[in-house]
């Protein structure tokens, strides 16, 4: 039989499971301590956990469709999607290690890598967000233990042409990590180009209703697979069955939630990128935009992330095409199902290497509403910059 479509698959976990009469979804199961029916038996985890911390049964069917979705031999569930990122770093780097990552990397990423794991003898090297796969590979060094990928990356979308970085790391002996939380693990599969890890935050996509917190780690390699179980067990790291639950269920719909988001992104993308204020859509999945040509080639959908760069502008005219918008929130995160808006430029500062945009950068989160809503809505942010830029040319500073 070939193989099932990622949206059959994500169902027929669900049905499969089990025997006889039985719910469609598994028990929320709150449990700290677990009994056994006999002393000889309390040591064997052939029948279930032994200990809460091992993960009850809906941690479990999580587990089991996440790895069948990334094509994993494990997948691990983390308290969040940053410590997705950070747990592979523990276990795979000792002190004099290094690692290779682009200067765009994610926001907290980034400082655990300057705080964290520079404290303890683990220095970084950051390339530029735009760097050639040879100016990426020129910086591996002999002291390069992992490359940490993410591509896209994060508020000004890069895309690394990662088969060919991964076909070069492992002939030097270099591991390398995938941040995929843009491709939720449905429009990329990291693990079959050759990635060793590949990591995303659950909070985004596959949570999917901004209601919880959580990462995974996918690996297929065993003993880098003996590496990872063996840090979260021995920091104590954990997930609530609750959690489990909520991200299990947001799991089922999530190839249906992520195309239509991209649809409707796409939709306000081609309506942005030919408005006077707009200078440029950072959108790979957009033709002309960062990105659009690797994205072709590498991925088969995306986050509905737009950066948006403004002609000019500042703070204050970023402010109020914020204010003026009645359906996008102001807030961090993405992959609900909600519209999210937030003024990136600031963001910028802590780059070695700082882009060159012509004005204000915006970050949109296309949600799930109407997008010929959603689009009404942003002409009346444009209208509030234009008041704003016209005022300005009136009564100069
Ligand atoms: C949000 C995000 C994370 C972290 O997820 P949290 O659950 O919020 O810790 C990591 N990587 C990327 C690319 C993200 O967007």
New binding site residues.
């Given amino acids: 039989m070939p193989r099932l479509s990622d949206r059959t698959r994500l169902i027929a976990s669900a049905t499969r499971r089990g025997e006889g009469r039985r719910p469609v979804n598994p028990p929320i199961e709150r449990a700290s301590t677990m009994l056994s029916d006999d002393p000889a038996s309390m040591q064997d985890a052939t029948p279930g956990p032994i200990y809460g911390l091992d993960g009850t049964s809906a941690a479990r069917e999580l587990r089991t469709a996440l790895a069948d979705l990334e094509g994993a031999s494990e997948a691990f569930l983390v308290p969040?999607?940053?410590a997705a990122?950070t747990v592979p770093l523990l276990a795979l780097l000792r002190p004099g290690d290094e690692v290779v990552t682009s200067d765009a990397i994610?926001g907290?990423?980034r400082r655990f890598l300057t705080r964290h794991l520079a404290a303890r003898g683990i220095a970084t090297r950051f390339h530029p967000a735009d760097s050639s796969t040879a100016d990426i590979l020129a910086l591996c060094a002999e002291r390069t233990r992992v490359l940490l990928i993410?591509s896209p990356s994060?508020l000004t979308f890069e895309i690394v042409d990662m088969p060919a970085l991964t076909a070069a790391c492992r002939t030097r002996g270099v591991l390398t990590v995938m941040?995929n939380?843009?491709a939720a693990g449905l429009a990329l599969r990291p693990l079959e180009h050759g990635v060793d890890v590949s990591v995303q935050?659950i909070?985004?996509y596959v949570a999917g209703h901004s209601d919880l917190?959580m990462?995974a780690v996918a690996v297929q390699d065993c003993e880098v697979a003996r590496a990872i179980l063996h840090t979260i067990e021995d920091m104590g790291w954990h997930v609530s069955p609750d959690d489990a639950w909520l991200a299990l269920r947001g799991l089922r719909t999530l190839p249906l939630r992520y195309n239509e988001a991209l649809k409707s992104a796409l939709l306000v993308a081609e309506w942005l990128q030919i408005q006077p204020e707009v200078e440029r859509v950072l959108f790979p999945p957009l033709p002309g935009s960062v990105g659009h040509d690797l994205w072709r080639r590498d991925y088969s959908g995306g986050a509905a992330l737009l950066g948006v760069v403004m002609k000019g502008g500042d703070k204050a005219s970023a402010h109020a095409l914020m204010s003026a918008l009645d359906l996008f929130g102001m807030g961090y995160?993405w992959g609900g199902f909600e519209s999210l808006i937030t003024h990136e430029t600031p963001q910028l500062a802590h780059r070695l290497y700082k882009p060159d945009l012509p004005g204000q950068l915006l970050r949109l989160h296309i949600g799930l509403e109407d997008p010929a809503d959603l689009i009404a809505d942003l002409e009346n942010g444009l209208e509030a910059w234009r008041a704003l830029q016209d005022s300005n040319l009136q009564h100069p500073a």
């Fill in positions: 969040s999607g940053l990122v994610y907290p990423t993410e994060s941040d939380t843009w935050a909070t985004k917190l990462g995160s």
